[in-house]
């Protein structure tokens, strides 16, 4: 089968293109730049050449500019949208007519929202923030791809812990120096996946056909912010000792830091469960064991 992965250069990507061509499947990387090895495209003009993916079994669209990358400004918010919906439609035009037997789109736990305490899974509401708005859009973007002959699956991610990238990696060396600890009051729910049973969950996703529309993938055991902090410190035999306070992170980041350091989103994959998903990673513990060496 053919898999046609578009965004292959992020976090997940990198990960997730040799993870399943070690699972057999011939995995183009549709990239932004001409050249002969990869199918590239153009936005302006728009012009694919997908080479031997011209009709790729699968399509999985991660694309989209880091969210965490700085401050959130009016322009910053826009390009992000931009990366994510413009893109999504620009594929979505292009395949509707030649259309694979299922779509993967990319979207986030941010879907839901500062929650609190609240549980919530793929039954529940959009939130009001703009990570929610953004993972709205988002979504509705790849809606029209869905027909009775392509099973569209939107993936909610929550936050990867790999130690090539992401929130781990940023954390690690003030960690490693014995500088980490709680941000604000630690009281937040976090909601992670580690990034080798991401990787397995989407091979899931691609073998369980009875899956379809969102699909949370997070470990099953959220952790507040306190417990995971003390995790990583435990792992690196350092001190948890400095806490980040909460006006510091509203100083620093502004609303990026209030919607993704301090926001409190419990998300249980309950889709996955159901469907016999088992996780390899499930704890912090064995998590951070395999990530933090």
């Keep these: 089968m053919k898999i046609l992965i578009i965004g ?30 990869h199918p590239y495209w153009c936005v ?12 790729p079994d699968i399509i999985i669209n991660l694309a989209g500019e880091n969210i965490a990358d700085g401050r959130w400004s009016e322009k910053r918010k826009q390009q992000l949208i931009d990366s994510r919906v413009k893109t999504t439609e620009l594929l979505v035009k292009h395949f ?34 703009f990570v929610s708005q953004l993972a709205q859009q988002w979504e509705d973007s790849c809606a029209d791809i869905e027909s009775t002959t392509t099973r569209l699956v939107k993936i909610r991610t929550g936050i990867v812990l790999s130690n090539k990238g992401g929130a781990l990696a940023k954390m690690l060396p003030a960690f490693k120096f014995g500088g980490g600890g709680r941000i604000g009051d630690g009281q937040q729910m976090m909601s992670w996946i580690d990034i080798n049973d991401l990787c397995h969950a989407i091979l899931f996703i691609i073998e369980q056909k009875q899956l379809s529309g969102a699909v949370n993938l997070v470990s099953p055991n959220a952790i507040d912010n306190q417990t995971f902090s003390q995790a990583l410190s435990k792992q690196l035999c350092r001190p948890c000792l400095l806490p980040l306070p909460r006006f510091m992170v509203k100083l620093l980041f502004a ?38 060496k």
Excluded: C, W
Aim: aromatic share 8%; no cysteine.
């Design 44 to 55: 302006d003009p728009l012009n694919f050449n997908l080479k031997e993916f011209a009709n």
């Design 8 to 37: 292959s250069s992020g976090l997940i990507g990198s990960a997730l293109v040799p993870y399943l061509q070690q699972q057999g499947f011939e995995v183009g990387r549709l990239l932004r730049v001409k050249q002969k090895q």
């Design 96 to 129: 509707k007519h030649n259309p694979p037997a299922l779509f993967i789109n990319a979207s986030a736990i941010g879907f839901y929202g500062e929650r609190g305490s609240q549980i919530v899974d793929e039954n529940s509401d959009a939130g009001n923030d």
């Design 255 to 292: 609303q990026m830091g209030e919607e993704l350091l301090l926001a409190s989103t419990h998300v249980k994959p309950t889709k996955l469960l159901d469907a016999g998903f088992q996780f390899e990673y499930d704890s912090i513990q064995k998590s951070l064991a395999m990530q933090v």
